[in-house]
């Protein structure tokens, strides 16, 4: 028998996320880093919890292994996620992810992927330049150049965002 899913608002996972967010944040702050980047993802027997930490000058072995041990007490304190897990903390790398309103600002003029939860102008998968981050009525919107077009991308529609390198 088929199963459907019906996409909700904010689904357990992100909800979970939120609270890994909110429980980390400030410990991360404590200790000279920023949190830029929070997932959970549910596994078969367990979930996997990563975070990712960035600073000026950039993140070392030691600031992930700090943190973990950190992190580790405090999630298993609040048994969060509910179950066995595996906690991954790292900088974020080249590939750095885009996740909040201040990480849109900071990399304007740099070369972007962005994934949505719906076409816009008929595409799902954007790669381009990311030339502003603004609101404008009330909603959040990514300009974003591609060729010879500029995509008006509204922040709700955001799966994914990651800065582009090239190698």
């Known amino acids: 028998m088929p199963t459907f899913f019906v996409s909700e608002p904010m689904t357990p996972v992100d909800t979970l996320r939120d609270k890994i967010w909110a429980l980390l944040e400030p410990v991360v702050a404590a200790n000279g880093m920023e949190l ?4 959970c993802l ?6 996997i919890v990563r975070i990712f930490l960035d600073r000026e000058g950039g993140i070392t072995l030691d600031d992930c292994s700090g943190i973990s041990h950190q992190a580790g007490d405090i999630l298993d304190v609040h048994d969060t996620p509910p179950g066995p897990y595996t906690l991954e903390v790292s900088s974020p790398g080249l590939d750095r992810p885009l996740y909040r309103d201040q990480d ?4 304007r003029g740099s070369m972007i992927r962005l994934k949505t939860d719906r076409k816009i102008e008929g595409v799902k998968h954007f790669k381009g330049k990311l030339l502003d981050y603004r609101e404008e009525g009330g ?3 990514l300009l974003l150049g591609a060729g010879d077009k500029i ?17």
């Open 36 to 39: 830029i980047y929070a997932e």
């Open 42 to 47: 549910r596994m078969p027997s367990r979930w």
């Open 104 to 107: 849109f600002l900071k990399y």
């Open 139 to 141: 909603e959040k919107l």
């Open 151 to 167: 995509y008006r991308i509204p922040r709700e529609a955001f799966v994914k965002a990651n800065l582009e390198y090239d190698i």
